[in-house]
Structure formats: structure tokens, C-alpha cells
């Protein structure tokens, strides 16, 4: 039995290829997933010819997406966000900024993103500017200026005020020696 096998394929699937596109896959694919939902067939000269016209219409649709999927990295480009989180006073965050988070923030700004599309290497986790890709489709990725700020703001470092000694505190700074360790 042979190990891969060519099959036509009737719709889009990702990683794999595009409506009409003659694949070669591994003979189980093509027999226990492919061929039983409908996504492809065999690849024989009459069922490329009957599928020709499915393709351009799969090529419309995918040119038309295509085109909404740039508009919508154009109204993404220049995007800015700010969010206020809890931090100590050396900008250290006490939790962190995830995917989840950007993805609420750009919801309050009429942009709806999934959270697998949110590029980060991992939470964001000081305050600061940072630089977040969101990832629209093939290779177009955005990059968006977020903006994690320090709850209360950042506050001003008190001035030091130098302690005033008093006579008591400098004889023995509030330590008081025993009588007999003295009189040794």
C-alpha cells in the first residue's frame, strides 16, 4: 500500500493548500479525515477539470478576505494603549499584562482580535512602553505601542530628613547594659 497518495482538494485547509490544489499526503489523512468530510478526492484529470470552477470562485472569496483583512491591519497600524496596573516603586508590576488584556484593551477601541493572535514572548510584567505584535493573517503581523502605566502614578521620593538625636537615645541608642557586666 502505498505510504502518501495525491488528492484534489475542495476547500481551503490550512497548513495544507488551497480549493484545487493538487497535495501529496500521507495515505491515512487523505482515507480517515480527508476523503470522508469532503475536503478532497482523488486527483484524476476529470475531477480537476469539474473542480476549476469551485477554484475561482475560492480564489474570489479569498481575494475579497484578503482585502478586508488589510483594511483592518491599516485601522491597527498606529494603535496606541494604555493601561494603569498595581506596581511597587521600582515599576515591578504585582500581576502582569497578557494577551487577554490587550485583546480587552483593543475592544474598548471598537478592534476585535483573538488572543492567539497576540504576539508577546511572554506577559509583560514592568511598567514602560512596549511593542506588541497582533498577528492578522499570513505573514502581515502590526505592531501596537502599549503602554503600562503605574497605578496612583509615580509617586515622588520623600525628602530625607536627618534624625535628630537626643541625649538619652545617644548614650546608649536605647540599649541598656546590665550593672554587673560594667563592674567587671
Known amino acids: 500500500m502505498a505510504k502518501s497518495v495525491q488528492v484534489l482538494l475542495r476547500e481551503d485547509i490550512e497548513n495544507l493548500g488551497h480549493c484545487g490544489d493538487v497535495v501529496k499526503v500521507s495515505a491515512g489523512y487523505a482515507r480517515n479525515y480527508l476523503m470522508p468530510n469532503r475536503l478532497a478526492q482523488v486527483a484524476n484529470d476529470e475531477n480537476i477539470k469539474m473542480i476549476a470552477r469551485r477554484r475561482e470562485r475560492f480564489a474570489?472569496?479569498?481575494?475579497?478576505?484578503?482585502?478586508?483583512?488589510?483594511?483592518?491591519?491599516?485601522?491597527?497600524?498606529?494603535?496606541?494603549?494604555?493601561?494603569?496596573?498595581?506596581?511597587?516603586?521600582?515599576?515591578?508590576?504585582?500581576?502582569?499584562?497578557?494577551a487577554a488584556t490587550i485583546v480587552k484593551l483593543l475592544a474598548e477601541q471598537g478592534h476585535e482580535v483573538e488572543e492567539r493572535n497576540v504576539r508577546m514572548s511572554g506577559p509583560i510584567k514592568e511598567v514602560g512602553e512596549h511593542e506588541v505584535e497582533v498577528h492578522v493573517y499570513g505573514d502581515l503581523n502590526v505592531a501596537i505601542q502599549l503602554t503600562v502605566e503605574r497605578e496612583g502614578g509615580m509617586p515622588e521620593p520623600a525628602p530625607e530628613e536627618p534624625e535628630e538625636d537626643t541625649e538619652e537615645q545617644s548614650k546608649n541608642d536605647g540599649y541598656e547594659m546590665p550593672e554587673e557586666s560594667l563592674n567587671q
Open 60 to 98: 474570489a472569496l479569498r481575494a475579497e478576505r484578503e482585502k478586508e483583512q488589510k483594511a483592518f491591519a491599516e485601522r491597527l497600524e498606529g494603535v496606541e494603549l494604555t493601561t494603569v496596573e498595581n506596581a511597587d516603586l521600582q515599576g515591578h508590576l504585582y500581576g502582569s499584562v497578557s
